[in-house]
């Protein structure tokens, strides 16, 4: 029996989205409110700028970051899996082949985006075009999970993201972008701001399969709470992230985590003080224009943009502001890490912490960072 054929799939929770006070979210046709004055908690500073540039040039776009033991993985732009140690750049996975020069490459290259660290020595990754796959590191194998060729609930998987796994490794929470567009075309999925993605929950024992919420705009990073009742999924297009109960009394509800965030919020990671950090490549400046909030209500300028400009005109446009934000356990502002100009931390997409230092990817830099938080 094949892996699709012994897959098993479930018609999907529709989860009782309700805000704090009873009434369904707004926006949900696309529009956004007010950005937050950064003022406060959110008030900027250099911070960021303190940071040390690692690897530089020796990798492309490490989105995401793990550690097991002194070791630390990533995956980058050109397919690969490694591992960063002692300086060295070692390559430990390769999930698809061929020349992985260019963003058209992608499909048959592969690209790794989450990664996690499993409970016995081994790594999980979503790959935006193969699938979730399990890596042992030390012996150089790999194991596919679920494919992206698998169709799921009948509508195909575009856009692998970012993983969340429960401790005991037997659940893994990851996101689904879009049903359309696929990783190489992510601009257009921002500008077209598209309702298609989805959170999804994999079993690794089961290998069963469901969608637990869907119609999401853009869903991103992913993360588990520390007591593993729910799941948090950042909705990037919409400066938001919503929160999905997998346990407890709340079980198969969501409801809104922090909404109106200063930036587009990537990946999610647990933050020491029992909250997270929410990594952003670029902020939703107030007062100033941000180029989303703009577009979102005007959508014939989106499609004269995309007729006029590629993808990498568009991103030159795109102002390199990084912002880390420190979330409580309940969604409330803590601190903020900010890089004006992206000077030194530029296109951030994670702040993983480990052993008193916040790793920072990036979903296009020749480099990652390392930020002491004592001296911030």
Same mark, same amino acid.
């Given at each position: ?44 500073? %250099? ?26 993985? %990533? ?87 970012d993983l969340t796994i ?34 999804l929950e994999y079993d ?31 909705? %990037? %297009? ?139």
């Amino acid at each position: 029996m094949s892996e699709a054929d012994g897959l098993r799939q479930r018609r999907p929770l529709r989860p009782q989205v309700v805000t704090d006070d009873g009434q369904a979210p707004e926006a949900k046709d696309g529009s956004f409110k007010e950005p937050p004055f950064l003022l406060g908690v959110l008030n900027p500073n %250099t911070k960021l700028q303190q940071a040390k540039r690692l690897y530089e040039n020796q990798l492309i776009g490490p989105e995401s970051i793990a550690h097991i033991g002194d070791a630390m993985f %990533t995956g980058t732009a050109d397919g690969r899996v490694v591992k960063l140690e002692n300086g060295e750049v070692e390559t430990i996975a390769r999930f698809g082949a061929g020349p992985c020069k260019t963003r058209d490459d992608e499909p048959a290259c592969g690209r790794p985006l989450g990664v996690r660290a499993g409970p016995n020595g081994t790594l999980f990754v979503a790959d935006a075009y193969k699938g979730l796959f399990e890596v042992n590191p030390w012996k150089r194998e790999v194991k596919m999970l679920l494919s992206s060729e698998t169709p799921i609930e009948g509508k195909k998987i575009s856009f692998v993201n970012d993983l969340t796994i429960t401790r005991d490794g037997r659940k893994i929470y990851f996101t689904d972008s879009s049903s359309k567009w696929q990783r190489r075309d992510y601009l257009l999925l921002i500008m077209e701001g598209t309702d298609d993605g989805r959170l999804l929950e994999y079993d690794t024992v089961t290998k069963e399969v469901k969608v637990l919420m869907d119609q999401l705009r853009f869903p991103n990073g992913v993360q588990l709470s520390p007591a593993e009742d729910f799941v948090l999924v950042a909705e %990037t %297009t919409m400066a938001r992230i919503r929160r999905f109960y997998v346990s407890g009394l709340m079980k198969g509800g969501a409801d809104m985590f922090v909404e109106n965030l200063p930036g587009f919020p990537d990946n999610i990671r647990p933050s020491s003080s029992g909250g997270y950090w929410v990594g952003m490549a670029t902020i939703r400046s107030n007062p100033g224009c941000s180029m989303l909030d703009f577009l979102s209500e005007r959508p014939w300028i989106k499609k004269i943009i995309f007729k006029l400009f590629s993808q990498e005109t568009v991103m030159k446009f795109v102002p390199r502001y990084s912002l880390i934000l420190e979330l409580s356990n309940s969604g409330a502002f803590q601190r903020s890490l900010h890089d004006p100009n992206g000077l030194v931390a530029s296109y951030v997409s994670e702040a993983h912490e480990h052993d008193g230092h916040l790793y920072l990817g990036s979903f296009r830099s020749p480099f990652l960072c390392r930020l002491s938080l004592e001296s911030v």
